[in-house]
């Protein structure tokens, strides 16, 4: 922990996650309830595709998801990737740690606002989230609902520039 008992938060790269630890946290009916796009049956071979296509986003973009440590342990995974030429930034917690989704994504959006090659950020999130004031009180932008993957989501923008 950092001093004043607030957990330290760390990025790795997701090969450093335990295929188990993945496996558990993509099969939790809570984590689902969020996700719509989200397919049962997660295995060590799904993790293996998963962790490879994620792994392809950074030798592509130089840049892609990463395993979310809390304190040492997993906490999720996350991170940007390239979306029709958008940076879209992407969030999915273990829900022992879900209430440290904005603290994520600050720490997330500062690496953002460090990199040139990131003008802005886009956000979707399901319709089944209530909450949206912290992507407002960073700064993003509702720009509307939109459908992808045969899902609707409400999309933000975040200006990083």
Not at 86 to 106: A, I
Not at 121 to 142: D, I, K, N, P, Y
Request: charge should be negative; glycine fraction near 12%; include cysteine.
């Amino acid at each position: 922990m950092v001093s004043g008992g607030i957990p330290e938060i760390d990025f790795v790269r997701l090969p450093e996650v335990s295929a188990d630890e993945i496996i558990a946290h993509m099969s939790d009916p809570r984590v689902a309830r969020h996700m719509p796009l989200l397919n049962s049956g997660w295995d060590r071979s799904r993790v293996t595709e998963f962790v490879l296509a994620k792994e392809e986003c950074w030798r592509r973009d130089g840049l892609g998801h990463w395993g979310i440590l809390c304190d040492g342990t997993y906490a999720g995974w996350g991170g940007f990737q390239k979306e029709d030429g958008e940076w879209d930034f992407g969030l999915v917690l273990e829900p022992n740690h879900f209430g440290l989704g904005m603290r994520v994504t600050r720490k997330a959006v500062a690496f953002a606002k460090a990199d040139q090659r990131i003008p802005y950020v886009t956000f979707l999130l399901a319709l089944s989230r209530r909450h949206s004031r912290g992507l407002e009180r960073l700064g993003a932008q509702l720009v509307g609902e939109i459908e992808y993957g045969g899902a609707s989501f409400l999309k933000y923008r975040l200006e990083t520039q």
